[in-house]
């Protein structure tokens, strides 16, 4: 049936129709309509889930780690602060295996407080073991934390939903939301591999000494390296029943592109209007959206970037003492090419400031205008600031 | 592409305007969009709401700045923020006020169309309560022609169930009182 609805309230909806069995959470902006929509739901006698309030995030993600160890489907759900608290146990829910799902909805770290969009509190966990799915619309988030389930639980890692804040979380779009019977289809109940089991007593996460650990890190990566082309069979049985798909990555008229927009979230939403009317005027430009970072999709990456003189990379978020992290990925994923295409840095839209129609394309004429980078990171829209020092 | 701004005052139910509107759109097989303005905000404040309206697929999410229509739905804003900034020279302006759009139009001193109805009045006599949105909602409708008036009928009754009825009178009656200049 067709609804609108939130980018928070398709997560929600999702999360009803993937039947979790557990979900905990602990409130934080601008997540907070995800949770509080399930806990309606969980009133109205519309999920069975068992909801868990605890004090923390971290507490929320431990009581999730415990439960999936129980073999229970599970889902939370935080933004920020809330995220960068979970940071230890980010880690031991993939090196346990732990299919657990979680939506993160990008908000800025803080100081100085901020509620607003910015990418680099789910990027600082791109080390922690976790797939990660970034999404343009209400429709993709929803879709997203369907096959998420399906995913994680093929695999055996966790992952993470990840929506930008306010611009998807809290906007209002047409999305299909599809009928359970449909989606009990595509994702059966869960069947853990392992768990708890009275009548069969184990041990988990006991010691593991230096002759057993790096096998166990290297089935980590290899489970993710077969993520990739799991999310390809998932996501053509996920088409057969709802006529959808999204890919790790999507490329758009990149094939005869001279300069190609490298974007994520809802920056490449924009970009699709920019890139349309950029071509009606005769300009080569194409458009790669990266949804999956974690694993990230190096092959898809080097094919369809491989062609292009200039590469322009849009980060909404930042490594200091670095540069913006997609920008290092794409660098990374194409230096091993015998020709390989200038890549270009640009640093937009960071706590929350809007990223419009354009500002992209001021991008595009900036990358399109200057013959090689002048700088590794070229940060968009400053203005004059002062550094805070007295002057003399 | 039609850009719409909401005014109106924490609690007064500008985000459920917007959420109502994209849904008659939708109602149509038209494309609907609409966001608050991203931050706090507090009951009595004045907030904003945002709608995108076009009859195809809306990829932009980024914010609205210059608005084919802007709709106040509470009077005592205007002087407190300027509700007509950005507003594009040929828009509309649509008010609830007992002030006619002549005297709007020059309080204001806004070149493009004004329209205005006492939704407040409507609303008391409608719902028994001076929230106007639905009823501004109807005022819209007919100023801009976006979509139907019964496109409206199926959205209003899913978010309000049994007070359904209520704010589609409200919503038919500024539909019929609205007046422009």
Redesign the interface.
């Known amino acids: 049936m067709k609804q609108v609805l939130e980018g928070s309230q398709a997560v929600a909806e999702a999360v009803k129709l993937a039947r979790v069995d557990v979900i905990s959470a602990y409130p934080i902006t601008p997540q907070t309509h995800i949770v509080e929509r399930l806990s309606d739901f969980g009133a109205e006698g519309k999920i069975s889930a068992k909801y868990l309030r605890v004090e923390s995030e971290h507490s929320a993600l431990a009581a999730l780690i415990g439960a999936a160890t129980g073999g229970a489907r599970t889902f939370t759900s935080t933004s920020s602060q809330g995220l960068a608290l979970m940071h230890e146990l980010l880690h031991w829910a993939s090196g346990a295996r732990l299919p657990i799902v979680m939506a993160e909805v990008n908000r800025a770290l803080a100081p100085g407080w901020n509620i607003w969009a910015d990418q680099t509190d789910s990027l600082a966990q791109r080390d922690t073991g976790w797939i990660q799915l970034y999404c343009e619309n209400s429709q993709e988030v929803l879709d997203s934390t369907l096959i998420a389930y399906n995913l994680a639980e093929t695999v055996n890692l966790p992952a993470m939903i990840i929506l930008d804040a306010f611009y998807l979380s809290h906007t209002y779009e047409p999305v299909d939301v599809p009928e359970q019977d449909l989606v009990d289809r595509f994702l059966p109940s869960l069947k853990p591999k392992f768990q708890i089991d009275q009548d069969d007593p184990q041990a988990f996460s006991s010691l593991v000494t230096p002759n057993a650990y790096m096998e166990m890190r290297y089935n980590i990566a290899q489970a993710m390296d077969e993520t990739i082309s799991q999310l390809d069979s998932i996501e053509g049985k996920f088409h057969d029943i709802f006529g959808r798909r999204y890919g790790a990555i999507e490329s758009v008229q990149c094939e005869d592109a001279d300069i190609v927009m490298v974007t994520s979230g809802t920056i490449t939403s924009t970009c699709r209007q920019v890139i349309r009317d950029l071509r009606a005027q005769g300009e080569k430009v194409g458009l790669c959206k990266i949804k999956m970072f974690r694993p990230f999709p190096i092959d898809a990456i080097r094919s369809t970037l491989q062609n292009a003189n200039k590469i322009a990379v849009i980060d909404r978020n930042f490594s200091f003492g670095a540069t913006g992290i997609f920008a290092q990925e794409i660098r990374a994923a194409l230096c091993n090419l015998p020709r390989r295409p200038l890549v270009f840095g640009y640093v937009a839209g960071l706590g929350g400031r809007d990223v419009t129609t354009g500002i992209i394309e001021s991008i595009y004429r900036c990358t399109k205008d200057t013959d090689v980078p002048l700088s590794e990171s070229i940060w968009i829209g400053l203005q004059e600031v002062s550094d805070g020092r007295a002057r003399s | 592409m039609v850009e719409i701004r909401w005014h109106g005052r924490g609690g007064q139910g500008a985000v459920t305007s917007?959420?109502l509107l994209?849904?008659a759109a939708?109602e149509e097989g038209k494309?609907?969009?609409?966001?608050?303005s991203?931050?706090?905000e507090r009951r009595g404040a004045p907030v904003i709401a945002f709608n995108r309206v076009a009859n195809e697929r809306?990829?932009?999410?980024?914010?609205i700045?210059n608005p084919d229509v802007v709709v106040v739905l509470d009077e005592t804003l205007i002087g407190i923020v300027n509700v007509t900034d950005g507003l594009k020279s040929d828009g509309k302006l649509i008010v609830n006020t007992t002030k006619s759009p002549g005297e709007v139009k020059e309080q204001l001193k806004f070149k493009g169309a004004v329209a205005t109805v006492d939704a407040t009045k409507i609303a008391r006599e409608e719902l028994g309560v001076p929230i106007t949105n639905t009823t501004m909602l109807g005022a819209l409708i007919k100023v801009t022609g976006l979509v139907d008036l019964k496109s409206a009928k199926n959205p209003v009754e899913h978010r309000f169930g049994r007070l359904a009825q209520r704010n589609l009178n409200a919503l038919s009656r500024a539909f019929k009182e609205v007046s422009t200049n």
Request: no cysteine; net charge positive.
């Open positions: 917007v959420e994209a849904l939708i494309f609907g969009q609409g966001f608050p991203f931050g706090p809306i990829k932009i999410k980024s914010g700045y």
